[in-house]
């Protein structure tokens, strides 16, 4: 049996849009024009969240700095986007899975068949914190575009009731749907307006989600190392493509060309990282392993580290 329905009528995200009143009369050219000139309102809306997008990568990289976890919640396509945000974690940033995580109400079925309802269950999004150990080093992102989803925002008030860190995101304004009360540290609105098909989430809320998540864990795993200058120097190769990646990646950086590039990743265990401190710093791959864990994974400081270790006192 359904939950009682309740008035969301008032919400953004479930307006009706008036540039696309005559949706069903439109060509398929005018559609794709359409879609195009709402979908430039997510840049907006990222622009307009700045802010609270900076201070929730913060918290991100300070949680996974400190040996805590990122989680994803959300149930439907929010949820189906955070489990797609921590699931390709992994092999961008050579991370492991447990660092980030995706729970969607429902669990893993629901990624492939529709389990909106399991979405007003609060003590379900509760439940998953607990399951999860979620505590004090954790942050955890609760993702509904309506703001209303009880099984986010059992999550987020069981999380912070834990002493986690946790984001709010959604796309409605505060004075439509407050945060939980006493549970949000950050509170992320992404307004793209109405959506072209009255109430469809998956639509502009969703893209706009997406390219936050994106931003989100990117940036936190730029502030942990992961990347040097615009490169993924924790690429896991696991694949032939993956393997390309890495070798042009060490032969452009250290200036070789492709056969020692090659040779030299072999050399280094696949780790795109320690392969440069080996070239650069003139070391094997023990040493190189042993300045990048004192450098904490950051790759500049860990060649600060080897060329200090070399120079004569």
Same mark, same amino acid.
């Given at each position: 049996?359904?939950?009682?329905?309740?008035?969301?009528?008032?919400?953004?995200?479930?307006?009706?849009?008036?540039?696309?009143?005559?949706?069903?009369?439109?060509? +398929?050219?005018?559609?794709?024009?359409?879609?195009?000139?709402?979908?430039?309102?997510?840049?907006?809306?990222?622009?307009?969240?700045?802010?609270?997008?900076?201070?929730?990568?913060?918290?991100?990289?300070?949680?996974?700095?400190? %040996?805590?976890?990122?989680?994803?919640?959300?149930?439907?396509?929010?949820?189906?986007?955070?489990?797609?945000?921590?699931?390709?974690? *992994?092999?961008?940033?050579?991370?492991?899975?447990?660092?980030?995580?995706?729970?969607?109400?429902?669990?893993?079925?629901?990624?492939?068949?529709?389990?909106?309802?399991?979405?007003?269950?609060?003590?379900?999004?509760?439940?998953?914190?607990?399951?999860?150990?979620?505590?004090?080093?954790?942050?955890?992102?609760?993702?509904?575009?309506?703001?209303?989803?009880?099984?986010?925002?059992?999550?987020?008030?069981?999380?912070?009731?834990?002493?986690?860190?946790?984001?709010?995101?959604?796309?409605?304004?505060?004075?439509?749907? *407050?945060?939980?009360?006493?549970?949000?540290?950050?509170?992320?609105?992404?307004?793209?307006? *109405?959506?072209?098909?009255?109430?469809?989430?998956?639509?502009?809320?969703?893209?706009?989600?997406?390219?936050?998540?994106?931003?989100?864990?990117?940036?936190?795993?730029?502030?942990?190392?992961?990347?040097?200058?615009?490169?993924?120097?924790?690429?896991?190769?696991?694949?032939?493509?993956?393997?390309?990646?890495?070798?042009?990646?060490?032969?452009?950086?250290?200036?070789?060309?492709?056969?020692?590039?090659?040779?030299?990743?072999?050399? +280094? %265990?696949?780790?795109?990282?320690?392969?440069?401190?080996?070239?650069?710093?003139?070391?094997?791959?023990?040493?190189?392993?042993?300045?990048?864990?004192?450098? %904490?994974?950051?790759?500049?400081?860990?060649?600060?580290?080897?060329?200090?270790?070399?120079?004569?006192?």
């Amino acid at each position: 049996m359904c939950a009682a329905a309740i008035d969301r009528g008032h919400l953004l995200t479930e307006q009706a849009n008036p540039n696309s009143e005559a949706l069903d009369q439109l060509s +398929s050219l005018e559609l794709v024009d359409l879609f195009n000139q709402e979908d430039a309102k997510t840049l907006a809306a990222i622009a307009q969240a700045r802010e609270p997008l900076a201070r929730a990568i913060d918290l991100a990289a300070a949680a996974l700095a400190q %040996g805590g976890r990122l989680f994803y919640i959300g149930a439907g396509t929010s949820g189906r986007l955070g489990v797609l945000d921590a699931s390709e974690c *992994p092999p961008t940033f050579c991370t492991d899975p447990e660092l980030v995580q995706g729970i969607i109400a429902g669990g893993p079925p629901a990624l492939l068949r529709s389990s909106e309802a399991l979405e007003d269950r609060a003590e379900d999004g509760a439940a998953a914190m607990a399951e999860r150990s979620v505590g004090d080093r954790d942050l955890v992102v609760g993702i509904t575009a309506g703001g209303t989803t009880p099984y986010v925002q059992g999550a987020l008030i069981e999380a912070a009731r834990r002493g986690a860190k946790t984001v709010f995101l959604a796309c409605v304004p505060i004075d439509q749907v *407050p945060p939980p009360s006493g549970s949000v540290d950050v509170d992320l609105r992404l307004l793209v307006g *109405p959506e072209i098909l009255a109430g469809s989430t998956r639509l502009k809320s969703g893209t706009v989600t997406k390219m936050a998540l994106n931003i989100l864990s990117t940036g936190a795993m730029v502030k942990l190392g992961k990347v040097y200058g615009n490169r993924m120097v924790d690429v896991s190769v696991t694949n032939s493509k993956l393997r390309d990646r890495a070798v042009r990646m060490v032969r452009d950086l250290a200036s070789l060309n492709r056969a020692e590039a090659e040779d030299l990743l072999d050399r +280094s %265990g696949n780790r795109v990282k320690t392969a440069l401190l080996m070239h650069w710093a003139g070391v094997d791959r023990p040493q190189a392993e042993q300045f990048l864990t004192q450098g %904490g994974g950051q790759l500049r400081q860990a060649v600060t580290l080897a060329q200090s270790a070399s120079s004569p006192a």
